[in-house]
């Protein structure tokens, strides 16, 4: 049997940081109704890698983002970015949620030039930009689109653009390809990494694919059953200029398979916490 | 979508036919129901001879007034109310059985309180609609969906800016519904008020050839409101469709 025990520090590392977790503890509720959703979590995160974070469903995967995004503080603990403590969403971070976000009054470029004319960008450099993301994201025929037009794919793209205009240093993605069938998850896949290579970005991905970790990270943070920990962390060892073709090299099944056996252990301990798995 | 648009017009075309016939051959009485044709010819004299103008106008005026009064009125006490919890839930029970109350009993009310004249009528009928749009306020105040919240958050959206750019356009579907309703309010209110209760326009107009057996007039003004009615309806729907079809997630 695997161990299951947190590892100390799991995520410390050597070389620039981009945003750093001490002790990062998030509680809900009051009294008896209170719920020990994550931690403590440590965790370093190095200036441009693809780190992953899987997980069983309520270990406060998504919680650890929140923080990191400066949308919901840590009971205890401490988030920086950049060196400087997370207070608010800070200047320089994107985040990219599970559910669609695009604005549905908004046409296709409107939506992505939206960020940046609220952030009072001269008009030229929007247009730039935003001619720029719609044909890094191959929406440049979908420019005059409305979200309700486009699919669920093409939806999320949109909002990938937004985030990308505006530079962000670290990007957050809160499970983006969940609502999408699985030919298409690893073609937004590959241009998550042509994305991430080409911004030289830090991205930390919140998923609950095996495969889009294996495939897409430079590490996979693999969380505990609630309160959620880090109990393993994996260094994948691709090259940067992987793509989805990787999924046929026989280290992505060994990879999968290391991930799943951590993974299992605390999934059954979800299933039966929720009254779900064989006594 | 046109092959609803054919057969709703293709209904009330073989009710108009059917009334126009049975009037034709006397089933129906003169004394009664006057034929289309005599309802159109009468709406065309009263349009042309220009005696019954001032109460149209005057019928229009107040109801785009209760309309506009109801609306921004609606909404801002929607809001309000949305904001402060404590607020909502001592007030929700009253706006869910509000329309219980028969509004026009306050109309003694409102002439002490505002005279004779266009303001209680004005007054009962926001009365009468402004509910609709705070309880469609509040629903579209609930269902803006909170990962476009969240979204003007990181973009790091002033809270005013993401009330008017964010929170409005995504709640304006079911503010548009409102809308919608408090315009139907505006019109029953202000003809029945005027109907039972006043001295002048379109619904007096209406209840005055009534009481003097003048068919070809009374039966002429109905026509008159229910071809504004009707236009007013049809251009909010298409308004909504184009919206709906915007705003669908």
Redesign the interface.
């Known amino acids: 049997m695997i161990s299951a025990e947190p590892v100390a520090n799991i995520g410390e590392a050597s070389g620039t940081v981009t945003a750093r977790l001490r002790g990062v503890t998030r509680l809900y509720g009051t009294g008896s109704a209170r719920l020990h959703a994550l931690g403590p979590i440590d965790l370093d995160l190095r200036k441009g890698e693809f780190f992953s974070v899987v997980g069983p469903s309520g270990c406060g995967k998504s919680t650890l983002l929140d923080v990191l995004a400066g949308l919901n503080p840590p009971t205890d603990g401490s988030a920086e970015f950049e060196g400087r403590p997370v207070k608010g969403v800070p200047d320089g971070v994107g985040v990219v949620f599970q559910e669609d976000a695009s604005f549905p009054w908004l046409t296709v470029e409107a939506n992505v030039a939206f960020g940046l004319q609220q952030a009072g960008v001269d008009a030229a450099e929007v247009e730039r930009r935003v001619a720029y993301a719609l044909g890094f994201m191959g929406l440049r025929d979908f420019r005059k689109a409305y979200p309700a037009q486009l699919s669920g794919g093409m939806r999320q793209r949109v909002c990938i653009a937004r985030t990308l205009v505006l530079q962000p240093r670290l990007i957050l993605l809160d499970e983006p390809f969940g609502a999408l069938d699985q030919q298409t998850r690893l073609i937004m896949g590959d241009e998550l990494l042509r994305l991430w290579r080409e911004t030289n970005a830090t991205v930390l991905l919140i998923t609950h694919s095996l495969d889009e970790a294996a495939m897409l990270s430079d590490r996979v943070g693999v969380m505990s059953a609630r309160p959620g920990l880090f109990i393993e962390l994996i260094e994948t060892g691709w090259p940067k200029d992987r793509d989805s073709r990787i999924v046929a090299d026989p280290r992505f099944g060994e990879l999968t398979g290391r991930i799943w056996e951590k993974l299992r252990v605390e999934t059954m301990k979800h299933m039966q916490s929720q009254g779900m798995g064989h006594s | 979508m046109k092959h609803r648009g054919l057969a709703s017009i293709g209904i009330v075309a073989v009710c108009v036919g059917a009334l126009q016939l049975a009037c034709g051959i006397g089933l129906v009485k003169h004394t009664v129901i006057i034929a289309p044709t005599e309802m159109a010819d009468s709406l065309w004299q009263i349009l042309l001879g220009g005696e019954f103008t001032h109460a149209i106008l005057l019928t229009l005026t107040n109801i785009v007034l209760s309309a506009v009064i109801s609306i921004a009125a609606g909404f801002g006490i929607g809001v309000a109310i949305h904001s402060v919890a404590f607020l909502r839930r001592g007030i929700e029970p009253y706006l869910a059985s509000y329309y219980a109350v028969p509004t026009f009993i306050f109309y003694p009310v409102f002439i002490v309180l505002f005279g004779v004249g266009s303001a209680p009528i004005i007054a009962i009928t926001v009365l009468l609609a402004i509910v609709a749009m705070i309880t469609a306020t509040l629903n579209g105040l609930d269902r803006i969906?909170g990962?476009?919240t969240?979204?003007a958050?990181?973009?790091?959206?002033s809270p005013v800016?993401r009330a008017l750019?964010?929170q409005l356009?995504?709640a304006?579907p079911y503010l548009f519904a409102g809308a919608r309703l408090s315009v139907a309010y505006s019109f029953i209110g202000v003809i029945a008020s005027e109907f039972i209760l006043s001295g002048d326009g379109l619904g007096y107009a209406i209840a005055y050839a009534y009481n003097n057996f003048d068919n070809r007039t009374m039966y002429g003004l109905m026509l008159l409101i229910i071809i504004v009615v009707t236009a007013v309806n049809a251009s909010f729907d298409a308004l909504d469709r184009r919206l709906q079809?915007?705003?669908?997630?």
Request: hydrophobic share 50%.
């Open positions: 969906p990962v476009l969240k979204t958050t990181v973009l790091r959206l800016r750019l964010v356009p995504a304006s079809a915007r705003l669908r997630r």
